[in-house]
């Protein structure tokens, strides 16, 4: 049974940053791509950034140039790096793991917050 865990969440001012791990367990295989999706307040869930098997990145507009995503496969752990925050960017982090077939696993999530 693959477990997504997320953590590095918390509270953080305008302007300030802050780094998201996912760790992966339970031996996922044929990964497809795992990825970062944010649920804002009243919002419906929304792709952030997004990493494929072979490396490449895909991130929404609002955070390009902002946020930057990586992964450590030897740990089975991915990372967002979220740099110059802005209020918008307050929600529910989920991290989302889809393999091969088409099933997604998700976590639990991880609330961020930034003051203005």
């Known amino acids: 049974q693959v477990r997504l865990a997320e953590s590095g969440g918390g509270l953080v001012q305008a302007g300030g940053s802050m780094r998201l791990s996912c760790v992966a367990s339970g031996s996922p295989f044929s990964i497809k791509t795992i990825g970062w999706y944010r649920r804002a307040p009243g919002n419906q869930r929304d792709m952030v950034a997004l990493i494929t098997s072979t490396g490449t990145t895909n991130y929404a507009d609002s955070v390009k140039g902002r946020f930057t995503i990586s992964r450590d496969s030897a740990e089975n752990t991915v990372y967002l790096q979220m740099n110059n925050l802005k209020p918008e960017d307050t929600g529910v982090y989920y991290c989302?793991?889809?393999?091969?077939?088409?099933?997604?696993?998700w976590g639990q999530g991880t609330q961020v917050t930034v003051s203005s």
């Open positions: 989302k793991l889809k393999v091969w077939s088409g099933f997604d696993y």
